[in-house]
């Protein structure tokens, strides 16, 4: 079999670096490469300022559209130097772009939207390869959510078994795609919060990016009566369809949490806390289908050893392991879903992501920007 060669493009809810993953369509789905390309921190402020919609502006607002475009090309130019292969050799990119805000029917004020920046034109021209972008936006259009959209290719690759298997991908958010044995209808949804809250906290509180495999929130203790406080989340209540992001679980929602909980409480034990927060949301969402059976973890958070551990405590009918144990490196996941997803667009063939995101129908997901002919 030949190979049909993708690269897939995506910066998450946690903005801690673009990943960036060559994959191999011939035969089934192997990434060959995995990347993650730094993110300019005078742009993850921008960016982060921009998810803040704190006077926003029109002009910071377009530059970013173009630096997240050229960082995702310089991403892409690292990776095909170091594998020496030349643009040519590659069909497409699927590029996710940098989500800036997600507001689906759920949360809607007034018109459904999701924004995701990241020039699919510059990207094309940066890299003289086909770029597809743009990949929520049809869904939203037949009613979905726009997300979660990656628990589709969960479900490509981890239906085939006897036994009930949920992903759990630990990104900024987490989000858990449930596959029942064949014959059973798979969906998923967004559960609440996965890292973005530890990381805000450690980053306000220690000037870190992230708490290095859950070591600080170890050091501290649950405080029972924050985290009831933080469970009465009206998301976590909802039914799905759902999907959520910084919007609702960013630091001014945790800060006013911790003021309206009257006492002080030692940094330590609030990081300790939102770890089993992320713990407590995923189980309930997991045990509300299933009492036992495989939990497959991908994304960032499947290295916070401390979070893996209080989930194998909470889910302990389920066996745990991670993508990688199972061929699929668990950070290069979401990237090999949207090289994934630009090969179905190439092949006008639509995905079903409505299981997922309530959508009325399969879609073609996505805009494609062709290469210019070699001059
Ligand atoms: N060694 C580690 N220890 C603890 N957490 C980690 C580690 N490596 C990554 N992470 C977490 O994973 C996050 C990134 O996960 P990722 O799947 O890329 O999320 P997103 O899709 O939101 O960008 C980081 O922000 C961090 O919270
Ligand atoms: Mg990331």
Aim: hydrophobic letters at 45%; glycine letters at 10%.
């Amino acid at each position: 079999m030949s190979r049909a060669l993708y690269i897939g493009l995506i910066s998450g809810t946690s903005m801690d670096g673009i990943d960036c993953a060559l994959v191999d369509l011939g035969s089934g789905l192997s990434v060959l490469d995995y990347l993650c390309h730094p993110l300019d921190a005078t742009l993850r402020t921008t960016l982060l300022w921009l998810c803040g919609n704190q006077g926003l502006d029109l002009v910071t607002l377009g530059n970013a559209d173009i630096a997240v475009a050229q960082s995702f090309a310089a991403a892409v130019n690292a990776l095909l130097a170091r594998q020496h292969l030349s643009p040519d050799a590659i069909i497409a990119i699927g590029s996710h772009g940098q989500t800036l805000w997600h507001e689906p029917p759920k949360r809607a004020r007034e018109h459904a939207f999701t924004l995701q920046i990241g020039d699919p034109s510059t990207i094309a021209a940066l890299t003289g390869i086909t770029t597809v972008a743009d990949f929520r936006r049809k869904d939203l259009a037949y009613g979905g959510q726009g997300a979660p959209i990656v628990p589709a290719l969960h479900r490509e690759l981890f239906s085939a078994s006897g036994t009930i298997t949920i992903v759990l991908n630990l990104g900024g958010i987490a989000n858990i795609t449930v596959l029942p044995p064949p014959g059973g209808q798979p969906f998923g949804f967004d559960t609440g919060p996965a890292n973005v809250l530890m990381d805000g906290w450690i980053a306000h509180q220690r000037g870190l990016p992230y708490d290095e495999s859950g070591h600080w929130a170890q050091s501290g203790t649950v405080q029972p009566r924050l985290l009831r406080q933080l469970l009465r989340e009206p998301y976590l209540s909802q039914s799905a369809p759902k999907s959520t992001g910084r919007e609702l679980f960013n630091l001014n929602w945790l800060q006013g949490h911790l003021a309206a909980y009257g006492e002080t409480i030692a940094a330590a034990d609030v990081q300790a806390t939102l770890l089993d927060y992320t713990a407590v949301t995923v189980r309930d969402a997991v045990l509300r289908y299933a009492q036992q059976g495989r939990l497959i973890v991908c994304g960032g958070g499947a290295r916070n050893s401390a979070l893996l551990a209080r989930l194998a405590q909470h889910l302990h009918g389920f066996t745990l392991s991670t993508s990688t144990d199972h061929g699929l490196h668990a950070d290069a996941v979401e990237a090999a879903a949207f090289a994934w997803f630009a090969s179905k667009t190439l092949q006008r063939t639509a995905i079903d992501f409505s299981p997922f995101t309530g959508a009325k129908r399969p879609v073609i997901a996505g805009g494609v920007y062709f290469k210019e002919a070699s001059a």
